[in-house]
């Protein structure tokens, strides 16, 4: 299958590695979408719930950015239900996805900094998990494992 990303063809500890990985990234990536959408809630229902960052680089309006992370949360919420389709688009877009919500709560940090910390953690670990996934076969330039060499010599012989 196209969306498997390589499983059937290679079972490499890494193939299995990130085919274990990939439910885990969704999970995360639903949880981080679920703290966007109550961040982006509260803010625009109550943006003086926020306090206002004092001679910072940047000037936010809180209620723009509360949908703005409403939105990325709604995005973060439908890719992770592809990433668990295994289809191709929600690796893609889960990528792409915690990667802009690495960046929207590195602008809001000065604004609510530990939850936004949380966010920026949970994100950095899809991204992780995510990657492992881009690239399933096995690398050229690395040796293959020796139980698979001994395996690979005995069916020679």
Sequence with gaps: MAGDFGYGANRSGRVAFAHVVSP???????????????QGASAVADD??????KQYLYELDLT???????????LGAVVSVGILRR??????GG??????????NF?????????????????????????VQLDPQPRP???PHPIAELK???DDR
């Design 107 to 131: 602008a809001f940090l000065p604004v609510y900094p530990v939850w936004s910390g949380f966010v920026i953690a949970f994100n950095l670990v899809v991204v992780w998990a995510l990657w």
């Design 24 to 38: 885990f990234a969704a999970f995360l990536l639903m949880i981080a979408s679920l703290l966007d959408i109550l």
């Design 64 to 74: 723009a950015w509360g949908w703005t992370h409403i939105v990325i949360g709604v």
């Design 152 to 154: 690979s010599y005995q």
């Design 87 to 92: 289809s191709g688009w929600g690796l893609v």
């Design 141 to 143: 330039d690395l040796r």
């Design 48 to 53: 003086e719930l926020y306090t206002q960052a």
């Design 95 to 104: 990528l792409a996805v915690a990667i802009v919500g690495i960046l929207t």
